[in-house]
């Protein structure tokens, strides 16, 4: 059986294509479904074969706002109808990752062995962009364990600049 994000994927394009020009309510709005089918009690109900489809994606509609597009709304039924809403929180995320791609921005997620001062942030944010030639949303945190330096994650670029990492590096070279 294939995993949620294969299946999330076409969904995700599909809303992103129904978006058209909407894309931050929509992105809203499936971040709210989303946290809906994650709550455990609703997640109980997506498992039971007693609770019909329909009034399952009706709840899920509601908890993402009265404010939902009935293009929105459609949606949602369309994942009760095909029995998909546990895909909602992978649908929520490739659809996140479209609209940040159409937008041209990327979030980076920066782990440094210190907190970074706001100046490095931004030295690392400008020099970020002119790599990936995207605006960058840095998300920065610390972990002493990495020693000195700090590690970059952006999408499927990882760079591990991280002395912890090189000491790693430098045992597995001198192992093999």
Same mark, same amino acid.
């Given at each position: 059986?294939?995993?949620?994000? =294969?299946?999330?994927?076409?969904?995700?394009?599909?809303?992103?294509?129904?978006?058209?020009?909407?894309?931050?309510?929509? *992105?809203?709005?499936?971040?709210?479904?989303?946290?809906?089918?994650? !709550?455990?009690? @609703?997640?109980?109900?997506?498992?039971?074969?007693?609770?019909?489809?329909?009034?399952?994606?009706?709840?899920?509609?509601?908890?993402?706002?009265? !404010?939902? #597009?009935? +293009? =929105?709304?459609?949606?949602? &039924?369309?994942? %009760?109808?095909?029995?998909?809403?546990?895909?909602?929180?992978?649908?929520?995320?490739?659809?996140?990752?479209?609209?940040?791609?159409?937008? %041209? +921005?990327?979030?980076?997620? @920066?782990?440094?062995?210190?907190?970074?001062? #706001?100046?490095?942030?931004?030295?690392?944010? *400008?020099?970020?962009?002119?790599?990936?030639?995207? +605006?960058?949303?840095? &998300?920065?945190?610390?972990?002493?364990?990495?020693?000195? %330096?700090?590690?970059?994650?952006?999408?499927?670029? @990882?760079? !591990? %600049?991280?002395?912890?990492? &090189?000491? #790693?590096?430098?045992?597995?070279?001198?192992?093999?």
């Amino acid at each position: 059986m294939p995993d949620k994000s =294969t299946i999330a994927r076409p969904y995700a394009k599909a809303a992103f294509e129904a978006a058209s020009g909407r894309l931050a309510p929509w *992105a809203e709005a499936l971040r709210r479904a989303a946290r809906a089918v994650a !709550d455990p009690r @609703v997640e109980v109900l997506l498992h039971d074969p007693r609770v019909q489809s329909q009034p399952l994606a009706d709840l899920v509609a509601a908890a993402a706002g009265p !404010d939902l #597009e009935p +293009t =929105t709304r459609n949606f949602i &039924r369309l994942l %009760g109808d095909n029995h998909r809403l546990d895909c909602l929180p992978e649908i929520s995320a490739r659809f996140d990752e479209f609209k940040a791609q159409a937008e %041209g +921005t990327i979030d980076v997620e @920066v782990i440094s062995a210190r907190a970074l001062s #706001e100046s490095q942030q931004d030295m690392l944010a *400008a020099a970020l962009e002119r790599r990936l030639r995207r +605006t960058v949303r840095l &998300r920065c945190s610390h972990d002493p364990a990495l020693i000195g %330096g700090a590690s970059v994650r952006a999408g499927d670029l @990882v760079i !591990d %600049g991280s002395l912890r990492g &090189r000491l #790693e590096r430098i045992a597995r070279q001198l192992t093999a």
